[in-house]
């Protein structure tokens, strides 16, 4: 099956400072990739559709400037946060389409724990 | 506006019993349904879809278009269907997005 992989898998930085996870298909070619947050127990928040050669579209509420996303090959986007506060601190998750099957069928990565001090 | 609704956080039930997780829908046009499943510790993965209609690990979901719902049900819950369950919903023509529910963590003791 598709396989999805972010890195890295955990990350703790100072209050300020800019992350950024990868999220990559390792076995296919991903034209759209999907950014979610997941707080502790609760479901997952789409921030954004991530789009091969094109600017991202993000979800009503998200901050674009904050949440940088960049998708420059058909394999891999990149999130950063940028001037990370402690607010920020959640599990991302992102998610490719595998093209040619149904539009809501995701392969999922691992996640990514953002821990800011 | 668009939204899944997953009524229960919280379902426990011992093995061998009949389990229904519910899912309910607002959506106007025809979505396409889905149930995510996230065992312990592992990725988020596709489960159900609905317009497969198959039957996956002794799970079915049936999309009832009257009463907007896609109920996930099995007749006998095992200990290994313990996790998250998510019910999510991608609209017509919006690139794949999915809206999930909150989700149910299913429990099943022995």
């Known amino acids: 099956g598709a396989v999805v992989s972010q890195h890295p898998s955990r990350v703790i930085c100072k209050s300020g400072t800019s992350v950024k996870i990868e999220c990559r298909s390792l076995d296919f070619q991903a034209t759209t990739m999907f950014w979610y947050r997941q707080f502790p127990k609760k479901s997952l928040m789409l921030m954004a559709t991530s789009n091969e050669g094109s600017k991202a579209t993000y979800e009503q509420g998200v901050e674009k400037d904050k949440f940088l996303i960049n998708h420059a090959s058909l394999t891999l986007s990149t999130l950063t946060v940028t001037s990370a506060h402690p607010e920020d601190s959640s599990f991302y998750i992102c998610s490719a389409r595998v093209l040619g099957t149904l539009a809501g069928e995701q392969f999922f990565g691992p996640g990514t724990r953002l821990t800011v001090l | 506006a668009q939204r899944v609704t997953q009524p229960e956080k919280l379902l426990s039930v011992f093995k061998g019993a009949p389990v229904e997780l519910k899912c309910n829908y607002s959506?106007?046009?025809?979505?396409?349904l889905f149930w995510y499943v996230q065992y312990s510790r592992q990725r988020l993965q596709l489960l159900l879809r609905?317009?497969s209609r198959e039957s996956i690990k002794g799970f079915t979901a049936d999309l009832n278009k009257g009463e907007t719902s896609f109920h996930l049900k099995k007749p006998f819950a095992q200990e290994e269907d313990s996790a998250m369950y998510y019910c999510?919903?991608?609209?017509?023509?919006?690139?794949?997005?999915?809206?999930f529910g909150q989700g149910t963590e299913l429990s099943v003791k022995p």
């Open positions: 609905h317009i």
């Open positions: 959506y106007s046009g025809s979505p396409e």
């Open positions: 999510a919903l991608s609209g017509h023509n919006q690139g794949g997005k999915l809206i």
